[in-house]
């Protein structure tokens, strides 16, 4: 199955922002709720944002206020805008259906944030 393909991390300072993008692939990519998911080095992935098929997004604890999730169902997008980062957002962000593929994991796209 094809997999999911996440770009737009980096290396940003305290307070920074970073866009990550994530590109889908399928006929029913609009079918689905889709998810942004993190693992930090030594932890468990766990789960950012989801958006619903209409574009309603719903965030954990840690990314309230800060992130946005968003889609594109015609480009067969979605994105993630992180403001404020800390250093605790270090961790490799991947997308993903909502619950969870575990046939299309990406490699993911690094986010460090130092300073």
């Known amino acids: 199955q094809v997999q999911f393909v996440e770009s737009g991390g980096g290396l940003v300072q305290p307070g920074g922002s970073l866009r990550l993008s994530c590109v889908g692939s399928?006929?029913?990519?609009?079918?689905?709720?889709m998810g942004w998911y993190r693992q930090a080095p030594g932890k468990q992935r766990e789960l950012v944002a989801t958006?619903?098929?209409?574009?309603?997004?719903n965030y954990t604890d840690s990314a309230k206020g800060r992130f946005t999730i968003s889609r594109d169902n015609a480009g067969k997008m979605v994105y993630l805008q992180m403001n404020s980062l800390k250093p605790e957002d270090t961790a490799v962000y991947y997308c993903?259906?909502?619950?969870?593929?575990?046939?299309?994991w990406g490699q993911g796209t690094q986010v460090t944030v130092s300073s």
């Open positions: 993903n259906r909502n619950p969870a593929d575990i046939n299309r």
């Open positions: 399928g006929t029913f990519f609009s079918a689905y709720t």
């Open positions: 958006i619903s098929r209409s574009g309603r997004g």
